[in-house]
């Protein structure tokens, strides 16, 4: 061959025999080839020198000092793989020659049947066949993917660069292993047993790989499968394309498989996955699609939002079909279709890109908006294609329609609700306003306000917060809102509100937009309604509390009533002299003030029984005025303005004085050292706007009384709570906290509302309004008192459900005379009267009772005309006026009540014409 002629070819020769080594010598030199011939006499030389040299060839004697027959060949291709090896032996047996040949010789001579031209042509052989051999072994170690040589129980023969794919070191002894194991897969690494012993084997892709094509013979390609692998250190996911072959060696089967590292190709195809439907749902959300139109392929590419836009499912049309710009045309309305298909070729043809804003109709029929755009893409000079986007625009248009409406709403109104508008310049600070900035300012139009000037307005204390928020919607855009208090140039205070919106261009603020409007209006409102929630808040609270107030005092009343009315038997029943009478005495004072203590709760309850009738309010003050002026020091000075004439009012009498007096006294002291007390009347005509203690009045003609002193005056927390029962600022033994309690239940009771207005260290002024009343004639303010003989001989019938209060009535009225018959409820009343042969002349009633209604059982004996009824009970009004027991021409006595009054009511009753 040509390349033997090109170069001197070193041989190794490696014989022990002189003769021997002197004749392969000589039948190499007998050629035309240039050869150098060096000797060894052992294995071990022949190691040493070729670890040391270079050699194309070997001549290897079999019978060695050191190593003997086919064992020769396998030591020496371990050490020396690269350099092919020819097997000299004496023995012409073809079992060892096979053997050799096996073992890596490259082939096999036996001495004495050689010639110099057999030898030279083994050589020649040789080193071509290593030289292949070499190039298939670099084409295989490098190839891109891993090769491994597996046997039919998948056990490694050969492999090429696992640590490419694996991470592991190429030295590692892979061979007699499986691939899970070279590779360290997961499920290999935990079985003991190794690879393909995992119940996870099963699915093995590899395994199924080599299996398949040891039993057909065929070969699979790019079987792509993934498999856990751990370098020790950390766990990740190989994606490997599994290709096989199969190849017969020494006449067995053999399968080669190519594994190629795909994780990073699957990664990819991941990531464009969630970065496509990352744009699928973006386009969705923001209701924009995109399409591509390849101009030499004449293919058109939609996303799924223009399909969504459309209307069209997906799947009626091909990717890249034609049909789509024909379908798409169809949605836009008759009038539009050509200008978007001409703007379409101009873009193709010329390369002009095109944005419209055209209705559109979906092919659910479905109206819309949609903005279209479409520009080219260039190769070189040349477009190859069209891009473009289609956006749902529905929103923004009816937005658009709506704002348009509401500018032409504003303009019409905007004068009207005097709503101004501003502008700074963000280069120059200029100011600009409109005409109702200028009127709201109270300045002429012609003037023009610096940056400076115009912040002066605001209040000192609001200028730090304008400027912070316009300095901001200048450095960063941010829009601002506020509420600011305002002087104008006139010295009207007004509270006002600017909003600020930031003009950017090009990516910086040049200016700012703004409006200004006069809200003290609107803050007076709020303010009003602050103050009118708070009243309606107290009135609630002095409502609660009156109603728990109304069921205590009538359960007080059940037992004051025996107590004052036994402590008055008892005082009867002992003489002018017996020391007793003083104890009885305390126990009847004690009763009574605990009884005025009862009527204060129901007055402010506004629960109390209260006897109405038309009243002159004058009347009733100079009536009562001589009681007042002794009751009040001397100190104080009681000034009285009484109008000319008043309209009437309803009234109680007794209550209205006791409003009077109790403000008074009050009034008294607050003025410890002295001072001036003015009570005075009026008519006013109520607006509803001047605060009350409680809930709001109607607005109407009422009598206004009004309490005025000089006095120490009161705070703000004392305001709030002045009317609260049992709240007081004096000492513990200076008041029950009950008088201006008292005042505010009875003044709620006549259908009026108190206005209290004060000032530590400026006196104090109750005003009480009282609604005027329809009517010629008013009656004198004073009653006139009817003495009566409390004794009697009459049958009474005493109804009532309290043990104690039934006894004291019976005992107070038999003392008198009276034949009592007495009964704990209405059915016992009525077995009773059955077996009563003298006429009942009087039922003497609880109102409230269990099983029968006091009322109900009058009913039932009000068939005998000839017996009258006198109703009692310690129930505040409300109750009682449930029971009807309040209409005109009833009487009835209110508990807690003396013997004394208990009688006297009975005769009163009694004597009545019928």
């Known amino acids: 061959m040509p390349f033997l002629k090109e170069r001197k070819f070193q041989v190794l020769v490696?014989?022990?025999?002189?003769?021997d080594l002197d004749l392969v010598t000589e039948y190499l030199e007998m050629g035309v080839h240039d050869f150098c011939v060096k000797s060894a006499t052992s294995i071990?030389?022949?190691?040493?020198?070729?670890?040391?040299?270079?050699?194309?060839?070997?001549?290897?004697?079999?019978?060695?000092?050191?190593?003997?027959?086919?064992?020769?060949?396998?030591?020496?291709?371990?050490?020396?793989?690269?350099?092919p090896v020819i097997a000299l032996t004496g023995r012409d047996d073809d079992e060892t020659a096979t053997r050799a040949i096996r073992e890596g010789a490259q082939d096999y001579l036996v001495k004495g049947k050689i010639s110099s031209d057999q030898i030279i042509r083994a050589i020649r052989y040789a080193i071509d066949r290593k030289n292949t051999e070499n190039e298939l072994s670099a084409i295989y170690e490098n190839a891109p993917v891993l090769m491994m040589l597996v046997d039919k129980d998948r056990k490694i023969l050969r492999l090429n660069q696992l640590s490419s794919i694996s991470g592991q070191r190429?030295?590692?002894?892979?061979?007699?292993?499986?691939?899970?194991?070279?590779?360290?897969?997961?499920?290999?690494?935990?079985?003991?047993?190794?690879c393909g012993n995992s119940p996870n084997c099963d699915q093995c892709k590899i395994k199924e790989s080599i299996l398949h094509t040891l039993e057909t013979g065929a070969p699979l390609k790019n079987i792509e499968t993934m498999l856990p692998v751990s370098d020790g250190k950390e766990t990740r996911d190989l994606h490997l394309s599994v290709s096989t072959a199969q190849i017969i060696l020494n006449n067995e089967p053999k399968v080669l498989v190519a594994l190629a590292d795909v994780t990073t190709r699957i990664q990819a195809m991941k990531d464009l996955q969630r970065s496509e439907a990352?744009?699928?749902?973006?386009?969705?959300?923001?209701?924009?699609?995109?399409?591509?139109?390849?101009?030499?392929?004449?293919?058109?590419?939609?996303?799924k939002e223009v399909y969504n836009i459309h209307g069209f499912k997906e799947e009626e049309y091909p990717v890249n079909s034609q049909e789509h710009i024909k379908k798409s045309l169809d949605c836009y309305a008759p009038e539009y279709r050509n200008i978007i298909l001409s703007a379409f070729k101009r873009c193709v043809e010329t390369g002009a890109p095109y944005d419209f804003e055209v209705p559109f109709v979906k092919a659910t029929g479905t109206k819309i908006w949609v903005r279209t755009t479409g520009q080219p893409m260039y190769k070189g000079k040349k477009i190859v294609r069209i891009i473009g986007n289609i956006m749902d625009i529905t929103e923004r248009k009816e937005a658009e329609q709506d704002l348009k409406k509401s500018e032409a709403f504003l303009n019409a109104t905007g004068k009207m609700a005097k709503v101004g508008g501003w502008e700074i310049d963000a280069a120059t600070s200029n100011v600009r306003w409109t005409d109702v900035t200028y009127e709201i300012h109270e300045i002429p139009k012609a003037y023009r306000p610096t940056y400076e000037e115009a912040i002066a307005f605001f209040h000192e204390d609001d200028r730090p917060k304008l400027?912070?928020?316009?300095?901001?919607?200048?450095?960063?855009?941010?829009?601002?809102?506020?509420?600011?208090?305002?002087?104008?140039?006139?010295?009207?205070?007004?509270?006002?509100?600017?909003?600020?919106?930031?003009?950017?261009?090009?990516?910086?603020?040049?200016?700012?937009?703004?409006?200004?409007?006069?809200?003290?209006?609107?803050?007076?409102?709020?303010?009003?309604?602050?103050?009118?929630?708070?009243?309606?808040?107290?009135?609630?609270?002095?409502?609660?509390?009156?109603?728990?107030?109304?069921?205590v005092a009538h359960d007080l009343?059940?037992?004051?009533?025996?107590?004052?009315?036994?402590?008055?038997?008892?005082?009867?029943?002992?003489?002018?002299?017996?020391d007793r009478r003083d104890s009885v005495q305390e126990i009847i004072s004690a009763g009574a003030k605990a009884k005025e203590l009862v009527a204060q709760l129901l007055a402010f309850s506004r629960k109390q029984i209260l006897e109405f009738r038309l009243l002159d309010l004058n009347q009733v003050l100079s009536g009562f005025e001589k009681l007042l002026r002794r009751t009040i020091r001397e100190d104080v000075a009681i000034e009285m303005e009484l109008a000319p004439s008043l309209p009437p009012i309803r009234g109680d009498i007794g209550h209205l004085e006791q409003v009077i007096m109790n403000l008074a006294v009050n009034a008294q002291d607050a003025m410890p050292g002295g001072g001036k007390l003015r009570i005075s009347t009026s008519v006013a005509e109520y607006d509803g706007k001047t605060p009350m203690a409680g809930e709001k009045l109607p607005e109407g003609r009422y009598v206004v009384l009004s309490v005025k002193d000089s006095g120490a005056g009161m705070d703000q927390e004392t305001l709030q709570n002045v009317f609260e029962p049992?709240?007081?600022?004096?000492?513990?033994?200076?008041?029950?906290?009950?008088?201006?309690?008292t005042v505010y239940g009875i003044v709620r009771q006549h259908n009026g509302q108190i206005s209290l207005s004060s000032e530590l260290n400026a006196g104090a002024e109750f005003k009480i309004f009282l609604p005027v009343q329809d009517a010629a004639a008013v009656q004198e303010a004073s009653p006139v008192k009817q003495q009566t003989d409390e004794a009697g001989q009459e049958t009474i019938l005493l109804v009532e459900d309290n043990p104690q209060v039934r006894n004291l009535a019976r005992l107070v009225l038999k003392r008198r005379g009276y034949n009592v018959l007495g009964a704990a409820d209405g059915p016992e009343a009525l077995e009773m009267i059955k077996e009563q042969a003298h006429p009942i002349n009087l039922l003497l009633t609880d109102v409230v009772m269990p099983e029968m209604s006091g009322r109900d059982l009058f009913k039932q004996l009000s068939g005998d005309s000839k017996i009258k009824v006198l109703y009692m009970s310690g129930y505040d009004d409300e109750m009682i006026a449930k029971e009807g027991v309040l209409e005109n021409?009833?009487?009835?006595?209110?508990?807690?009540?003396t013997g004394q009054a208990l009688a006297a009511k009975v005769r009163q009753v009694l004597d009545r014409s019928a």
């Open 557 to 578: 009343n059940n037992m004051l009533t025996p107590i004052l009315g036994f402590a008055e038997i008892l005082m009867e029943d002992f003489g002018p002299d017996d």
């Open 278 to 303: 990352l744009l699928n749902n973006t386009q969705r959300l923001t209701k924009i699609g995109g399409w591509e139109w390849d101009i030499e392929k004449e293919e058109m590419f939609w996303t």
């Open 44 to 83: 071990e030389d022949a190691s040493t020198q070729l670890g040391n040299s270079k050699f194309d060839v070997v001549l290897l004697d079999l019978g060695l000092p050191d190593s003997q027959g086919v064992d020769s060949v396998t030591s020496l291709v371990k050490d020396c793989p690269s350099v």
């Open 889 to 897: 021409g009833v009487d009835f006595i209110q508990k807690p009540f």
């Open 726 to 741: 049992f709240y007081t600022t004096k000492t513990k033994d200076k008041g029950t906290g009950l008088g201006l309690s």
């Open 170 to 194: 190429k030295n590692m002894k892979y061979v007699g292993l499986r691939g899970g194991d070279a590779l360290r897969c997961l499920y290999a690494l935990q079985n003991e047993a190794g």
């Open 467 to 551: 400027e912070a928020g316009l300095k901001n919607a200048m450095e960063n855009g941010e829009p601002c809102d506020m509420e600011l208090r305002f002087t104008t140039a006139k010295g009207r205070q007004l509270w006002t509100h600017t909003k600020c919106s930031p003009v950017v261009e090009n990516g910086r603020v040049v200016r700012l937009l703004g409006t200004f409007q006069d809200i003290t209006a609107s803050k007076t409102a709020q303010e009003e309604k602050k103050h009118l929630q708070e009243q309606f808040q107290q009135a609630q609270k002095l409502e609660s509390v009156g109603r728990l107030a109304g069921g």
């Open 14 to 19: 490696v014989e022990d025999n002189p003769a």
